[in-house]
Every structure is written in structure tokens, then in C-alpha cells.
């Protein structure tokens, strides 16, 4: 396995570009980055900034084109086959939109996840149950997606996200459909799930949610981290301005 180029990270980004090969956009710029296990970190940026482009490669939807992306220490550039699989459920996803499957109930929208992920079926009706329960909505468990409001349907999204107690929570705008008041509730389920342990990364447009929970903001310009703050710092700001775009990143 390939040495971490930092030490007691869950995810680091060493040197990382992304170059979309079909049509030549340069996504990301040399972005290092350390996330440790148990961090909450707001990734946000201007739309076309990066913050799907990070994320996608945390997933490994995408493999950098330039340095690499380390996950619990292991290079994902190094996962072969069903190693992919196993990675990604390592991970809970919740996206802007929800993308609950629209002929099944809120229940069977979640049974399909332990279905697909070989859990057996004598657990699914407590980890169905815990993760209603979670978001505020076991009374839901039998409507349809077109049944609910759009931030319950979110909030179920989020659950199915948490199903298996994934250690790693990546959302992307999970708040970018919702008004402020749902949108602190969906923050509540990623806070509760931070304190139980989860390192959570949000991609965000929105400065409500960095006033309501502050935690450590990363912010992408143009592809490259240009800050990167802890609550606390007391304003000293690390910034991290690449001078090359794209042209001299080592291995
Ligand atoms: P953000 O999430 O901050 O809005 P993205 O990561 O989606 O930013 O996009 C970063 C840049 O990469 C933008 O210029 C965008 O147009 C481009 N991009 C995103 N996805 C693709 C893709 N699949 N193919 C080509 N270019 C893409």
C-alpha cells in the first residue's frame, strides 16, 4: 500500500487534479487536503468551483488525473473490482435532490438498500426503524416519495444515507431544494450523526448553515483550496493559493 503523505487522516487529497478528459475542463488544481476521522467539514465555493468534482473523487466516481486520493490510508487509484463496492459502502451519499425511487414506499426505498447491500432481512425491520426514527419520520414508512413534503422526502434520503453506519458522510447541497427551517433539520440529522462518530464532509452553498453549526470551512475558487479555517482559529486564516494552475504537480 502506498505510503499517506499525512498522518491519522480518513481522507487526504495530495496534490489531487481532476481534468474532465472528454471535454478538456480542468476541474481541480493541486488540492491537498486532510480530513480526520470524526471532522465535520463545509466544503463550498461558487457554483462550477469543484465541490461535486471533490466529491466524486472521495466516492472514486473519479479518478485524479494528477497525485492522489487517500482514503483510511489506502490509495483508491489501488481498489480493483468489488473493492469499489465495498468502499462506496463506506460511505453515506445524500445528494441536492433526493432520488428516492418514486414506485416504492418510504420503507421499501430503504429495504432496497439492505437488499442490494446483502443485509439479511431479519435486521431490516430495526435498521429501518432506526433510521426513521433518526430523521423524525417513522410515521412516513408507508407513503410513497410523491407523498411527502420536500424535506421529508430529503430527510428520508438522508436516512437511507445512514442505513449501514457509514463512517463517512458526503452530501452535496443537501439543503440547495430546502427553505431555512427544513434546511436546519437535515443539518440536525448530520450533526446527530457527527457526534455519533461519523466524519461528515457538506458541500454548501449556504451561509445559514455555517452560522447555525460552525465547523471547519474549506473553500474552493476555481478548482483550487484557496482557504481553509477552524472554528477558533480566531481569524487566522491558512491560505493556500497554488501559484501553478495545473502545471507543475509532482507525483
Ligand atoms: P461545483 O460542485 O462546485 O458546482 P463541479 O465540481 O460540478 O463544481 O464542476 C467543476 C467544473 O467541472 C465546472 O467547470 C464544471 O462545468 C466541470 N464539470 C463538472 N462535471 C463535469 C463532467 N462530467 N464533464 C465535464 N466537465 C464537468
Partial sequence: MARLPYSGGMIA?????????????????NVNLEVKKGEFVYVVGHSGAGK????SLILRRLLPT????YFAGQNLKSLRGDQVALHRRRIGMVFQDHRLLSDLTVEENLAFVLEVQGVPRKEWPERIATALRRVGLAH?????????????AQRVAIARA??????????DEPTGNLDLENALQ????????????????VATHSRELLEAYPARVVVLKAGQVVR??????GGSIRVRESPDRGGKEGT
Fill in 66 to 69: 494528477q497525485g492522489a486520493v
Fill in 186 to 201: 437535515v443539518l440536525d440529522i448530520l450533526k446527530a450523526a457527527h457526534s455519533r462518530g461519523a466524519t461528515v464532509v
Fill in 228 to 233: 481553509d479555517e477552524r472554528p477558533g482559529e
Fill in 140 to 152: 412516513k414508512k408507508r407513503a410513497f416519495p410523491e407523498e411527502l413534503s420536500v424535506g421529508e
Fill in 52 to 55: 461535486s468534482t471533490l466529491l
Fill in 162 to 171: 445512514l442505513l449501514l453506519d457509514p463512517p463517512v458522510i458526503l452530501a
Fill in 13 to 29: 487529497f495530495h496534490r489531487v487534479g481532476l481534468e474532465y478528459p472528454r471535454t478538456g475542463t480542468k476541474a481541480l488544481y
